[in-house]
């Protein structure tokens, strides 16, 4: 079956680092378009980066210059290199892989950005 794996979350302290990764199995990984999302208490979930099977990479604008998306199509992992970590970052952190109608959900790891 379909499973979305992600891990490396954890606590840090504002302007850290941390490497978040998404295992993926049970469907075509390299064809998908890859993303992560975030959604903090209260707010609804929101686009962090997204990566095609091309290549092309988008970012939200509050992440852009600090976060980084890569894909590693023979592991079937996906990655979110943060740096600079700001408070605001604070989520729990969503991987997705989406395909022409097929849209799939990680369990979600959390991230905390605290002093």
């Known amino acids: 079956q379909v499973q979305l794996v992600e891990s490396g979350g954890g606590l840090v302290q504002p302007g850290g680092s941390l490497r978040l990764s998404c295992a993926a199995s049970?469907?075509?990984?390299?064809?998908?378009?890859m993303g992560w999302y975030r959604q903090a208490p209260g707010k609804q979930r929101e686009l962090v980066a997204t990566?095609?099977?091309?290549?092309?990479?988008n970012y939200a604008d509050s992440v852009k210059g600090r976060f980084t998306i890569s894909r590693d199509n023979a592991e079937k992992t996906v990655f979110l290199q943060m740096n600079s970590l700001k408070p605001e970052d604070t989520a729990v952190y969503y991987c997705?892989?989406?395909?022409?109608?097929?849209?799939?959900w990680g369990q979600g790891t959390q991230v905390t950005v605290s002093s």
């Open positions: 049970g469907f075509s990984f390299s064809i998908y378009t």
């Open positions: 997705n892989g989406k395909f022409k109608v097929r849209n799939y």
């Open positions: 990566l095609t099977s091309g290549g092309s990479t």
